[in-house]
């Protein structure tokens, strides 16, 4: 398998870390996206949505990562990190996508850099609306979090899907400066993901292309 990946994209990192848990080889291919490089057009013919992940698994190439991460407990079935039970992967579903629909699509890379070139918003706007979206979207995966989450992961003593979108969203939230002291049951389940190996080895600073 090969993972064209950029070391502080969220969606790449939910990707890194469905690998390493499952224990799955992989080819790193780096596409930087500060230099635009996932707009080349060969990596276009590749994927259309010319964003990364892309995974290429034998003749397969499939992009977006919850796509992906699907792709590989189909493949892949152990540690399964989406439930075969039908409310269980429900409220796994429920908080990663809470995670991967409502706060990562208007924060990522793409939307605050046409935020500050074409709208010309100021770095104090930039911040103010990512911060805006991260509070907005914390305050309702705290809120599962309390109903329904339960162990050590976001459910249950094994990770799933949901530890997956959480960690790199929590990660991109640290590294942008957000106040996260109100959110002790997300902190909580982000300290204890981090001090397992499989997501300490698909971390940001422990990939080829990393750049403080």
């Given amino acids: 398998m090969q993972l064209h990946s950029f070391f502080n994209s969220s969606t790449s990192y939910r990707v890194r870390i469905a690998l390493a848990l499952k224990g799955l080889p992989y080819e790193y291919l780096p596409v930087n996206l500060r230099k ?16 990364v992940p892309l995974l290429v698994d034998g003749d397969t190439q499939l992009s977006q990562s919850l796509a992906i991460i699907d792709y590989l407990d189909a493949t ?23 995670i991967s629909c409502d706060i990562h699509p208007v924060n990522n890379m793409r939307i605050l850099r046409y935020l500050q070139d074409v709208l010309r918003a100021s770095d104090e706007q930039k911040n103010a609306w990512y911060q805006h979206w991260i509070k907005e979207g914390l305050t309702a995966v705290e809120e599962l979090l309390a109903r329904h989450g339960h162990g050590p992961y976001c459910f249950g003593d094994a990770p799933s899907l949901a530890d997956c979108c959480l960690v790199p ?6 590294r942008m400066g957000c106040d996260l002291s109100t959110y002790p049951r997300i902190l909580r389940v982000y300290e204890y993901c981090n001090a397992q190996p499989a997501f300490q080895q698909a971390a940001p600073s422990r990939q080829p292309d990393y750049i403080q």
């Fill in 36 to 51: 635009q490089e996932q707009r080349a057009t060969d990596y276009v013919a590749k994927n259309p949505s010319a964003g």
């Fill in 169 to 174: 969203q929590v990660a991109n939230a640290q």
């Fill in 76 to 98: 892949h079935p152990e540690p399964r990190l989406i439930p075969a039970e039908t409310l269980a992967r429900a409220r796994v579903l429920e908080l990663s996508d809470a």
